[in-house]
């Protein structure tokens, strides 16, 4: 690509690892490179979910914009919420299962949030949070223990895949853009990199 080409279309860089995301990104057919964004995830004390998911996401997209200045970044960052509870990633398969089984006949709320930052606008970022409500059915021990056995949702906040056999899961899910309990809010994201002059479609 020629440096006057490159001016005129920044690179696109999804600021994650995830392959989930990736996918999702795919889907608008733009080249894009992925990176990995190595920040500390901890919760601040107090922090509610919300503001939690967008620092995650703004501190995403800026580590890797600090070397990747003529790209336009994403980042994006989704934490579950059950109750006054904060649902991580399993690890592993019994605290799978435990969370399952807690969640089973109630709401969980995923709040999903993203950052676009593009050259010489790091003071005006696009940032945006997607909130969908998944409502669980009444769930069976056995249940529970063969979805964990067969889809091994270990990498899921929430310890599932709502793009796979999770959701058999639920009873409804209450969403204004499905692909952001995925991972990626892709209407926004799209209707985002739109206002920064990229040509989706």
């Not at 994403?74 to 605290?95: C, H, M, T």
Request: hydrophobic content about 40%.
């Amino acid at each position: 690509m020629s440096t006057s080409s490159s001016a005129a279309k920044p690179e696109l860089v999804l600021a994650s690892a995830s392959p989930y995301r990736r996918a999702l990104l795919e889907r608008l057919g733009l080249p894009f490179r992925q990176r990995s964004a190595d920040i500390d995830e901890t919760p601040r004390r107090g922090e509610s979910p919300a503001d939690l998911v967008m620092r995650l996401a703004r501190s995403k997209a800026q580590a890797v914009a600090s070397t990747a200045t003529d790209a336009i970044v994403i980042g994006s960052d989704q934490v579950a919420v059950r109750g006054d509870d904060i649902l991580g990633k399993p690890g592993n398969a019994d605290e799978a299962m435990a969370q399952l089984a807690r969640s089973a006949g109630r709401h969980v709320e995923f709040l999903t949030g993203v950052c676009i930052l593009a050259p010489g606008r790091a003071d005006e970022p696009e940032e945006h949070i997607d909130i969908t409500r998944v409502v669980f059915r009444p769930l069976e021990a056995g249940e529970i223990r063969r979805y964990v056995e067969v889809e091994r949702p270990l990498d899921c906040a929430g310890s599932f895949r709502a793009e796979g056999l999770g959701i058999a899961l639920f009873e409804r899910i209450d969403s204004q853009d499905p692909t952001g309990l995925i991972g990626l809010p892709l209407i926004w994201v799209a209707q985002a990199l739109r206002r920064l002059g990229v040509e989706v479609i």
